[in-house]
């Protein structure tokens, strides 16, 4: 009786752990629909799965999305930088060595420029203006590999997910600026 009891009692708090998780996935999933809707080039399966890699994501509201993507955008900026420098102490073809090489001044441009202080005081056009940057930064790099015909661009997933990344943040920094 007593056991039977205690279940009972964990429902109404297991209820509201599962609202409280399917609220969350509604946020996430509204706006990925949103930003879709503006930009039909974002993979909505990547911005959902994206956003919710981030634990806050669960308890976080459109501002906190942006923040969210944001960071992602700017960890995965670094990454990219870091790849391409270990891929550079490989041996190349001097085509795709030099396509390599371009794309890290690119984006190393813009590789290290904490965004996050900006966002937060609501420096939208900035931090707009910084992430169309780092889209431009892909795509020169992109075009860049792509010219190397016959070869195995080594960037391109990567470059895909700047894309990406970059598509979100400028998606919910418009509907910020609209608010």
């Not at 906190?64 to 670094?78: D, K």
Request: hydrophobic share 40%; aromatic share 6%.
């Amino acid at each position: 009786m007593n056991r039977a009891f205690s279940l009972y009692a964990l429902l109404p708090i297991l209820f509201l752990i599962f609202q409280h998780v399917q609220s969350a996935n509604n946020i996430v999933h509204d706006t990925c629909k949103k930003l879709k809707a503006g930009d039909t080039d974002l993979n909505f399966d990547y911005c959902v799965k994206s956003l919710l890699s981030n634990p806050e994501s669960h308890k976080a509201d459109l501002k906190g999305l942006g923040l969210i993507g944001l960071e992602l955008l700017q960890g995965n900026l670094t990454s990219i930088v870091e790849y391409i420098e270990e891929l550079l102490k490989q041996k190349w073809e001097p085509r795709l060595r030099d396509a390599l090489s371009l794309c890290l001044d690119v984006y190393s441009t813009n590789e290290g420029e904490d965004q996050i202080p900006a966002y937060k005081a609501k420096l939208y056009a900035d931090v707009g203006s910084w992430a169309s940057s780092v889209m431009t930064d892909e795509d020169t790099c992109d075009t860049q590999e792509s010219q190397n015909k016959g070869m195995v661009p080594p960037l391109t997933k990567r470059n895909n997910e700047i894309v990406q990344l970059s598509t979100i943040v400028l998606g919910v920094l418009a509907i910020l600026q609209g608010e």
